[in-house]
Nanobody, 122 residues
Framework: QVRLAESGGGSMQAGGSLRLSCAASGSMIRKLTINIMGWYRQAPGKERDLVATITRSGTTIYADSLQGRFTISRDNAKNTVYLQMNDLNPEDTAVYYC?????????????WGQGTQVTVSS
């Protein structure tokens, strides 16, 4: 019904920048209102943690440790969310997952992408 496709991951040296993208698509996408989109990340052996979220109106929430280096944005017309990551360090190495919360007029549901690997070397 709804698919989230991440792109933009890869390997970078510390201090570099990377921009992740996530586009929502599917046969039902035109019937849904995507209220919240965001990013989580999961390092090996650790739990999946919040990176940032953004509402349809542009209100953002960031993990305290990441605010200032990472910037989340979205294009509502394209159902796409972005994550600009600056001044990357090895601690940012993780699989980054896109998430979306959508409402169909009756109920809401959560959706997740497959993840994209980000590796930062010193």
């Amino acid at each position: 019904q709804v698919r989230l496709a991440e792109s933009g991951g890869g390997s970078m040296q510390a201090g570099g920048s990377l921009r992740l993208s996530c586009a929502a698509s599917g046969s039902m996408i035109r019937k849904l209102t995507i209220n919240i989109m965001g990013w989580y990340r999961q390092a090996p052996g650790k739990e999946r943690d919040l990176v940032a979220t953004i509402t349809r109106s542009g209100t953002t929430i960031y993990a305290d440790s990441l605010q200032g280096r990472f910037t989340i944005s979205r294009d509502n017309a394209k159902n796409t969310v972005y994550l600009q990551m600056n001044d990357l360090n090895p601690e940012d190495t993780a699989v980054y997952y896109c998430t979306a919360h959508a409402f169909d007029g009756e109920t809401g549901g959560d959706y997740w992408g497959q993840g994209t690997q980000v590796t930062v070397s010193s």
